[in-house]
C-alpha cells in the first residue's frame, strides 16, 4: 500500500459517515496527516533522484575546493537534534586542513543521509562518528554507527531505491527507501564510490571514496 491508497480509503471512510464520530475524525486526520508527510518526503526524494540522473552534470554541479571539516560540522548541526533525541553521541573528526572537490550542498547530503539512517537504526545510548581522512586514492568519508548491522544477503541490493532490509520497521521511521539510492548518486556524479562494511551486531561503516583532489 502506497500512502495515497491510505490516504484515499481515509478521506472516503470520512467522507462516509465517521467524520460525525469525533474519536473517529481526530485519529482519521491524524492517520492522513501522517501519510502526507510520508508521501512528501518520497516526492522529494524522487525529484532529487531525478534531477541527478536527467539534467546535464554541469548545471546541476556546482563544484569547488571545500573543507571537508566544514562540511562534516554542518551535518553534524543538521542531525544534532535527531541524535539528542535517541541519546545518540554524534561526533566528527577531520583533518583541518583536508579539502575535496565537490558539490557542497549535495555532499552534505549525502552525508547527512547516511547520518540519519546511522540514528535511525541505532539503538539509543550508542555513538555515531562521522570521519574524514586523506587517503593515496583520495579522499575517504565515514559515517560509523554501533547499531544493528546488515546481513551480507542484503548488501548485494542495499543501494537499490526503495529497497529495505524491514520495510516496516524503515515506514514505522519515516524511511522513504529511497536515502542510500541517492547516496549513490550523488557519489557517482562525483566520480566517486560508497560501500559498505558492516556484520549483524556489530554495527555498520558506509564509505565514500572521492577521487583525489587536482589543482
Ligand atoms: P530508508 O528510508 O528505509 O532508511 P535507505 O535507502 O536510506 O532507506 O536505506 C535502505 C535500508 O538499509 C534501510 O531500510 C535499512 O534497513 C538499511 N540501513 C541503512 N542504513 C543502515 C544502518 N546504518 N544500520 C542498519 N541498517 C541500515
Known amino acids: 500500500k502506497t500512502p495515497v491508497t491510505t490516504i484515499v480509503g481515509f478521506v ?7 467524520k460525525e464520530s469525533p474519536e473517529e475524525l481526530d ?27 536527467s539534467a546535464p552534470l554541469d548545471e546541476i554541479l556546482d563544484l569547488s575546493e571545500q573543507n571537508l571539516e566544514e562540511i562534516l560540522e554542518s551535518c553534524f548541526q543538521i542531525c544534532q537534534a535527531r541524535a539528542d533525541e535517541k541519546h545518540i553521541l554524534l561526533k566528527f573528526v577531520c583533518p583541518a586542513s583536508l579539502h575535496v572537490y565537490a558539490d557542497r550542498s549535495l555532499l552534505t547530503q549525502a552525508v547527512v543521509n547516511l547520518v540519519d539512517n546511522a ?65 549513490k548518486h550523488i557519489v557517482s556524479v562525483h566520480r566517486g564510490q560508497v560501500k559498505v562494511e558492516t556484520s549483524t551486531g556489530k554495527g555498520s561503516t558506509f564509505i565514500i571514496l572521492l577521487p583525489p583532489f587536482r589543482e
Open 119 to 183: 540514528i535511525k537504526y541505532s539503538p539509543e545510548n550508542t555513538t555515531v562518528v562521522m570521519r574524514g581522512h586523506g587517503t593515496s586514492n583520495g579522499v575517504q568519508i565515514t559515517v560509523t554507527d554501533n547499531g544493528p548491522g546488515i546481513d551480507e544477503r542484503h548488501l548485494a541490493r542495499l543501494f537499490e531505491r526503495f529497497y529495505r532490509v524491514d520495510k516496516a520497521r524503515s515506514r514505522k521511521l519515516g524511511g522513504t527507501g529511497l536515502g542510500l539510492a541517492i547516496v
Open 27 to 53: 485519529q482519521f486526520l491524524e492517520i492522513i496527516s501522517r501519510q502526507a508527510d510520508r508521501l512528501a518526503a518520497i516526492i522529494d526524494d524522487l525529484l532529487t533522484l531525478s534531477r541527478l540522473e
Open 12 to 18: 472516503e471512510t470520512l467522507l462516509d459517515g465517521a
